[in-house]
C-alpha cells in the first residue's frame, strides 16, 4: 500500500509527505495511517477484520485505533452481534471532510504557536 503519493517542498528542500505531517503533529505512524485509510476506503469493520485485510497483528490494528481514536479520526460502537464475555467493538472513520477540517484546524492552530515563540527563541 503506497502511503504518501503527494510531498511537498519545505524551504529547507527536504520533501514531505502528509503523513511526514501527521507524524509531527499527532504522533501518527505508518500502520496508524494504514488502518485510517482502510476504515475511510472500505467502512466500519472489526479488530480481526482490520488485522486480516492489513495483514497486521491484532495487537498493533488495536494500538493504532486506541491512537485514532484519541485524536477523534476513529468512532467505535458496541457491536451487537457479539453475544456474552468480552464486547467487540465496530470501529468507523469520521467522514473525510470532517478530517481534513480537523487537519487543517490543528494545522492552523500549530503555526500560530510557532509563530508566537519564535521571536523570543531567536533572542
Same mark, same amino acid.
Not at 477484520?49 to 490494528?61: F, G, I, Q, R
Not at 468507523?92 to 487537519?103: F, P, T, Y
Given at each position: 500500500?503506497?502511503?504518501?503519493?503527494?510531498?511537498?517542498?519545505?524551504?529547507?528542500?527536504?520533501?514531505?509527505?502528509?503523513?511526514?505531517?501527521?507524524?509531527?503533529?499527532?504522533?501518527?505512524?505508518?500502520?496508524?495511517?494504514?488502518?485510517?485509510?482502510?476504515?475511510?476506503?472500505?467502512?466500519?469493520?472489526?479488530?480481526?477484520?482490520?488485522?486480516?485485510?492489513?495483514?497486521?497483528?491484532?495487537?498493533?490494528?488495536? !494500538?493504532?485505533?486506541?491512537?485514532?481514536?484519541?485524536?477523534?479520526f476513529?468512532?467505535?460502537?458496541?457491536?451487537?452481534?457479539?453475544?456474552?464475555? !468480552?464486547?467487540r467493538?465496530?470501529?468507523?472513520?469520521?467522514?473525510?471532510?470532517?478530517?481534513?477540517?480537523?487537519?487543517? !484546524?490543528?494545522?492552523e492552530?500549530?503555526?500560530?504557536?510557532?509563530?508566537?515563540?519564535?521571536?523570543?527563541?531567536?533572542?
Amino acid at each position: 500500500m503506497e502511503v504518501q503519493k503527494f510531498k511537498v517542498r519545505l524551504p529547507s528542500g527536504k520533501e514531505v509527505g502528509l503523513l511526514d505531517a501527521l507524524l509531527f503533529c499527532y504522533d501518527i505512524s505508518d500502520t496508524d495511517f494504514k488502518v485510517l485509510k482502510e476504515l475511510i476506503k472500505n467502512g466500519p469493520k472489526n479488530e480481526d477484520e482490520l488485522a486480516a485485510e492489513l495483514k497486521l497483528s491484532k495487537a498493533s490494528v488495536n !494500538r493504532s485505533l486506541n491512537k485514532l481514536l484519541s485524536i477523534g479520526f476513529v468512532q467505535r460502537m458496541k457491536d451487537q452481534s457479539s453475544k456474552g464475555g !468480552r464486547p467487540r467493538f465496530i470501529y468507523s472513520a469520521i467522514s473525510s471532510d470532517e478530517i481534513v477540517n480537523k487537519i487543517s !484546524r490543528d494545522f492552523e492552530y500549530c503555526a500560530k504557536i510557532f509563530i508566537s515563540i519564535t521571536p523570543a527563541e531567536l533572542k
